[in-house]
């Protein structure tokens, strides 16, 4: 991973830092860019929740091959994780790979280590483009994100998605907040139940609704017939002063009780990281930054390099907390600061 860190850097300069730890200091306020809004608290908040988040050891007991496999919204996940949906290479990595070699060699990285990627969404057609080409090139394993759009642009889109053979959609409702895009003429909004559950009985794959960080929200979501949600404060980027995502996590999942599945992201970079949110209540994770990091330094074989690192990190913390599958993890495991 270091050389595929290394060039990263040299290829994201004056977009990313590539720090030794993606934690949103260094790249406060950078929207666009891969830094977070404003203060860039709530992408701070992020890591600092994990953070409080700590293990207790455990090695008598007789876990040594952990299975780190799990399924959630019709996916078999080889490790519980999906590569979170980041799009935009020109304005906020740097373009010097273009929007179709990234996403294709991310959605390609994962289907190759078993696990499933996620396509952004914006203004600019070549976001959408190059994603709907690269679902199609992985035969539909992963999940587009479009964004909430107030037009027939959401149809359209839904309709090329399902053209591609995505297998999920989902929706970052919490793109809502972009003025950004109501300046450039394509107004995004919150939907009510009624209108997402309009929207969700025409979509025939599992929907996924991106962008939850209250219980009573992922209650509504779950009403409105979502599969699944993510818990997301969409790295920061949308509304600063946010919670860090470890934090609400565990009220949300008790609310959903199994109503639809709990997806979340925010500061998750290492095995450690992931073994925590499955802990706290949720079914599989996303990760944002450091697979587009992975992607641009490495095309499919730093993703692939990147899966591979979370897998063994994730078997070695499963042994060192004496997990042996996800799922029924023992509460247990965690100790709070
Ligand atoms: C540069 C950038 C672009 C993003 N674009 C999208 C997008 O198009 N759609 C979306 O749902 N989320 C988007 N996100 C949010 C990510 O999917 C994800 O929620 C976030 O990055 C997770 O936090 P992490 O990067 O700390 O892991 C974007 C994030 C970044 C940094």
Not at 235 to 248: I, K, M, Q, S
Request: aromatic share 4%; with cysteine.
């Amino acid at each position: 991973m270091k050389d595929v860190r290394d060039n990263a850097r040299e290829l994201m300069k004056g977009y990313c830092r590539v720090c030794p730890v993606c934690n949103g200091k260094a790249c406060v306020g950078e929207v666009p860019g891969m830094g977070g809004l404003g203060t860039a608290s709530s992408f701070k908040a992020n890591l600092e929740a994990l953070e409080k988040v700590r293990f207790n050891m455990r090695t008598v007991h007789d876990v040594s091959e952990p299975d780190t496999s799990t399924e959630a919204l019709g996916f078999k996940l080889d490790i519980p994780v999906l590569a979170a949906p980041i799009g935009g290479v020109s304005f906020n990595m740097g373009g010097k790979i273009t929007e179709e070699e990234y996403i294709s060699s991310k959605l390609k990285g994962c289907l190759s280590q078993g696990i499933a990627g996620c396509t952004g969404d914006g203004v600019p057609e070549f976001i959408h483009e190059s994603a709907f080409k690269a679902v199609s090139e992985v035969e539909g394993t992963a999940i587009p994100f479009i964004k909430p759009w107030e037009s027939e642009e959401f149809d359209d889109k839904i309709s090329k998605a399902l053209d591609a053979g995505a297998k999920a959609i989902g929706m970052d409702i919490d793109a809502a907040g972009l003025i950004t895009l109501k300046k450039m003429g394509r107004p995004v909004t919150p939907k009510g139940k009624e209108r997402l559950a309009e929207i969700i009985k025409d979509i025939p794959v599992p929907f996924v609704l991106k962008g939850i960080m209250t219980a009573d929200e992922a209650v509504l979501a779950a009403e409105a017939g979502a599969a699944g949600i993510v818990v997301s404060n969409h790295g920061g980027r949308v509304l600063d002063h946010c919670p860090g995502t470890a934090e609400v996590l565990p009220e949300i999942s008790r609310a959903v009780n199994g109503k639809c599945s709990v997806i979340v992201d925010g500061g998750i970079r290492t095995g450690s990281d992931v073994l925590k949110m499955l802990a706290l209540g949720a079914d599989a994770v996303m990760i944002g930054r450091p697979f587009s990091i992975a992607t641009v330094g490495g095309l499919q074989e730093g993703v692939e390099k990147y899966i591979g690192q979370l897998r063994a990190e994730l078997k070695q913390v499963m042994v060192l907390t004496g997990t042996a599958n996800l799922k029924n993890i023992d509460p247990n495991i965690l100790r709070f600061k």
